[in-house]
């Protein structure tokens, strides 16, 4: 209405009453103000909206809301009540979609799971947009965890049978020379409902994995192995102590050393004898179990170092440590030292970093000790297998102990590589881990957990030929999925695999022939590579999806380029570490696979019609 006015005749300027037809003043939880009936009488085909992410427990109109209407929130935040509200004046017609804070949906606290079913059950999600990961690069001012739902109303359970669109954006090169938000190949995904609902950590898994980590998970859970607390029934769990200016005397702490929170280190922590507790140091505002400083313990930080990794770590004798810090001790130094083994795992970060509602989600990302620490499932192990992984520890941990019992520190500290294989080969062999899966795991630590944080980009994208992202190495791994799955396929031919690697891009030629090839995999130097080039420009595919004057504000999606010819098929994707993660092959082959299939099926369906 002012585009053409001048700011001195704005107050001039005769607007229409809206107050009490089209805007109100009013609190959105208040069941009885006009608007109810307004509303009601007047069904939106649209709502859409940015509830204030914030907990309000002293909103009496909103707590009476949530009472009346026997509704349950964590934390009485206004978001999650705010999506369960636009229910009373949505019909089916209706399309939603509200930007909200994404921790409310990656929380695993009792009552956000009962808000999550209540709000999984009562509404079809379309889309789940997560900006998560790219949370500091967004919100300038505020480093918040942002998602976008667009959700309809269900009817007659289809919930059941929905499929949610789940799209996120990581950091990449379009971000970072471009400001322009791309949502990547591997970052769309087609998921159940049911899914999400069956399970606190899918909104997770979708963020950061895809379904062969969701099978993955799956199967963990469903093992005949019970959690941790279950297992080790003797042990003794906890967090630290808590402050030292409280009412809890505890005089049995008398004389023992105090760990701070930094001292802690990972995998061997040196218990300092300088800090000893006297009397007038043990009033605390909890002073925990006694029990959890006796004796070996084995000390695990809330959050993961530097964003990255767990610090576990292991502790001789009796100590004292704070709150922020949770401990497993034990007098059974033998068990101990087993469940040190499963810790230290890659399998068990994996499934730390999958399940875990905060770390790569949330601005304070403390993983959760009994949901989430302790819940990782333990599958028994003989005799035998635990003898051979108390020995294996001790030997992990005995330069370590040197080391930090040193006086004398070299650049590194001695971990054995070696050692730590053994111990990951023998808990993968007890859970039985698949090749396949170990790539996913492979991925998760390699790639994942480095890409919401803008400094390690270069450890997703860059290929390093003195570490494991040898280009050559990753390349060949890749390609070793096609030829072991295609050649299965096609028992009586081989795969041969050209590999064209160019500044910007890398291209695949899998040609598929009768004769044993003498090199499966080449590299072709003098090949004119104007048919790579011309297939990219033709088939380069990054589509826009929102059509906005400033270029920086749209939403792109980047696809992979696939194609067949004849008697080959090839792919082209970006010159990044993360395309060519030997996981992603696995789901690129399943693509493949199924189109191969489809066009198969069509052309016997055509010889049938013509018979």
């Not at 993961?304 to 130094?333: F, H, M, Q, R, W």
């Not at 570490?577 to 493949?592: G, L």
Request: hydrophobic share 35%; aromatic share 14%; charged share 30%.
């Amino acid at each position: 209405l002012l585009d053409y006015q001048q700011p001195k005749d704005i107050d001039k300027y005769p607007f229409p009453n809206l107050l009490g037809t089209n805007l109100f003043k009013a609190n959105f939880f208040d069941a009885l103000h006009d608007f109810n009936t307004v509303i009601k009488n007047n069904p939106p085909k649209f709502i859409l909206g940015n509830p204030p992410w914030k907990s309000k427990k002293e909103d009496v109109v909103h707590v009476k809301w949530l009472k009346d209407n026997k509704k349950t929130v964590g934390r009485f935040e206004i978001a999650q009540s705010f999506l369960l509200r636009t229910k009373d004046f949505m019909i089916d017609e209706t399309k939603s979609a509200l930007i909200i804070t994404s921790t409310i949906f990656y929380n695993v606290s009792a009552p956000t799971r009962k808000f999550k079913e209540d709000f999984l059950t009562s509404f079809c999600v379309e889309k789940f947009f997560d900006l998560s990961p790219v949370r500091r690069l967004i919100f300038e001012k505020k480093n918040s965890p942002a998602s976008i739902v667009y959700y309809r109303l269900s009817k007659d359970n289809d919930y059941q049978k929905n499929i949610i669109n789940h799209q996120s954006v990581k950091f990449n090169r379009f971000i970072k020379y471009f400001k322009m938000l791309v949502v990547e190949k591997f970052d769309q995904k087609d998921l159940a409902q049911k899914y999400f609902l069956e399970n606190d950590w899918m909104f997770k898994v979708a963020l950061y994995g895809g379904i062969l980590d969701f099978k993955l998970l799956n199967a963990l859970k469903k093992l005949d192995g019970v959690n941790i607390t279950n297992h080790f029934k003797e042990f003794n769990y906890g967090a630290g102590i808590k402050s030292n200016k409280g009412s809890d005397y505890a005089e049995k702490l008398i004389g023992l050393p105090l760990l701070e929170n930094e001292q802690i280190k990972a995998y061997y922590t040196k218990i300092d004898e300088n800090h000893i507790l006297s009397a007038k140091d043990v009033w605390f505002e909890s002073g925990r179990k006694p029990e959890l400083f006796f004796g070996n313990k084995i000390l695990i930080k809330e959050q993961a170092k530097d964003e990255t990794d767990i610090l576990i770590s292991y502790v001789e004798g009796n100590s004292v440590y704070k709150n922020g810090i949770n401990g497993i001790t034990s007098p059974k130094k033998e068990s101990l030292m087993v469940l040190f083994s499963y810790l230290i795992s890659r399998l068990y970060e994996y499934y730390i970093f999958m399940i875990s509602g905060s770390w790569g989600t949330s601005t304070r990302p403390q993983i959760r000790w009994k949901e989430e620490y302790l819940s990782f499932p333990i599958v028994d192990y003989s005799k035998e297998k635990g003898s051979v992984l108390i020995d294996l520890v001790n030997k992990f941990l005995q330069p370590i102990k040197d080391y930090r019992n040193s006086d004398i520190k070299t650049k590194n500290i001695p971990f054995d590589t070696n050692v730590l294989s053994k111990i990951n080969n023998i808990i993968n062999n007890l859970y039985e881990i698949k090749d396949y899966e170990k790539d996913l795991i492979d991925y998760t630590l390699n790639v994942s957990r480095y890409q919401f944080q803008q400094s390690k980009q270069h450890l997703v994208t860059n290929f390093n030929d003195s570490d494991h992202r040898n280009q050559k190495q990753v390349l060949e791994k890749y390609v070793d999925v096609y030829i072991k799955e295609f050649e299965e396929i096609y028992y009586d031919e081989f795969v041969k695999v050209e590999i064209f690697t160019m500044r910007h891009f890398i291209a695949m030629n899998f040609i598929i022939t009768d004769k044993k090839p003498k090199e499966k995999i080449s590299y072709p130097k003098n090949t004119d590579e104007k048919d790579v080039l011309e297939r990219l420009a033709n088939n380069l595919s990054i589509e826009k999806i929102t059509d906005i004057k400033d270029s920086s504000k749209n939403l792109y999606i980047q696809k992979d380029i696939k194609g067949f010819e004849s008697d080959s098929f090839y792919i082209i994707k970006p010159n990044e570490y993360k395309c060519w993660h030997r996981a992603m092959a696995w789901y690129d082959v399943a693509e493949f696979k199924q189109a191969i299939q489809e066009a198969e099926l069509k052309r016997l369906n055509n010889i049938s019609v013509y018979d």
